[in-house]
DNA sequence: TTATTTTTATGCCTGCACAGATTGGTGTCA
DNA sequence: TGACACCAATCTGTGCAGGCATAAAAATAA
């Protein structure tokens, strides 16, 4: 066994919680998953712990695991969105991290602008250069790996950590895109354009170009990828009633 | 003891290490906590799992809990922010906050004008209009109130559950701006226009509208807190290194 | 309705065996 | 002598089994 016991509790639960084969209000007791799963308390009990950390169950006396409902979900953990992409949710997840991206890139550009360490624009003037070159002749997978780079890089740079988190989950949105077969044959010229014009932006400091060029991408790749969650319902969470 | 072991655990160890009293590279050991702790190998086992969820620490056999340090922490980790807010990194997380939700708001009341169920239009005319009412009157904790339900419904009512989620850490920018006395001593005349303006374009499903007006409201906000991360360190993560 | 008892699943504790990583020693070869 | 590969000892988390305590739901009584 090479990864942990208990980790596998985790991801079977978990993906099948997500997947929505144990349903929401469903009610789990410790001893029947010791047997079904034939490991040990002490396995469950820590599965439970990190389960009901992502908010996909509560377990209370005398009544067992819960399973709780996609409200309660965190969706920040990178389990949850990991199930999620590969669940039949995979377009509002999609959607809900397309528009988060929307929202931080043109800001974290602005920011990497101000605040980039010389070495990160240094890299961002490299990747972006391969881009062009790769993308116009047509090599998409070189392509797609840099892209991930170039976009990781701004949210890095940006010296917000709470944007350089969102790196991995916006890299496999930007993985899905070319796996479904939405990008172009080969990059649009203007999209290598921008992206060249963005990490000019950042070289040279200059905070406005690098938002205002970022989100030319950013209204591109919208247009891209939209398709997917066409009708997708919403998730409407009731906001939280703090008194505190 | 009113809340379970385990999580007061985490609780006291999380507390310490985001604090800095237990620093990077520190080595626990399980032994050692149940004794200091005065708790049973499970407890500690299950709190460990915890915060290694986390990012807090990871643990090894034959080496130990190893602390990591915050480039490792999840940043969107309800604890985390908790604990970050009460240390001596509260300025650094207040900004990267404040950075997120400038710009994430204005994104989430577009979407709401387009999205956002009836019932949540209606509650929004409602708060805006007491806002301006105690904001007049010069109520401040009244207002404050307000405006926590105010922007918590507009992330809600975007119908993204990632936006959504961030009602409650931006609830806490909203009290620690008020607690620290960077609200004028009444609630500015345009500021409460501004807020008028978002619901009402959100119940006549003018996204244009509701955009530019919570845009106006987040330079305002940006303008009267960002003095209080003058001059912090910002962190920079290197960028994930995936190869896939 | 309200108070009390019973039921029952989780919370917590402990002893034991195992796995895997570090460390140090041993022997071989250059 | 010194570099390097290999092996054994050791240490610490991981997993297992079973026990008691406790809280909260459910059933019963007042």
Known sequence: MSTSLHAHVVEHLG???????????????????EEKLQVSRSVIREAIRVLAQSGLVTS??????????????????????????????????????TELR???????????????PEAMRKELMMVSAQMSHYGRQGDLHKFLELDIRFHSLVLAASGNEM????ATPIGAILRGRTELGL???????????????????????DSASARKNMESI?????????SLWEGQARIFVDPPKETR
């Open 60 to 97: 209370t006396k005398r009544v067992g695991i819960r399973v709780l409902g996609a409200e309660f979900w965190n969706p920040y953990d990178s389990h949850v969105i990991r199930w999620r992409l590969a669940s039949d949710q995979k377009g509002t997840q999609l959607r809900s991290l």
């Open 15 to 33: 993906s099948r919680i997500v997947g929505g084969q144990i349903p929401r209000g469903s009610i789990l007791l410790a001893a029947e998953l």
């Open 183 to 205: 990008m172009p044959e080969r990059p649009h010229e203007e999209a290598l354009l921008w992206h060249q014009s963005v990490s000019d932006a950042i070289s040279n400091s």
């Open 102 to 116: 929307i929202s931080v890139e043109p800001m974290a550009a602005e920011l990497a602008a101000e605040v980039a």
């Open 163 to 166: 944007f350089a988190n969102l």
């Open 218 to 226: 950013m209204r591109r790749t919208h247009n891209e990828i939209c």
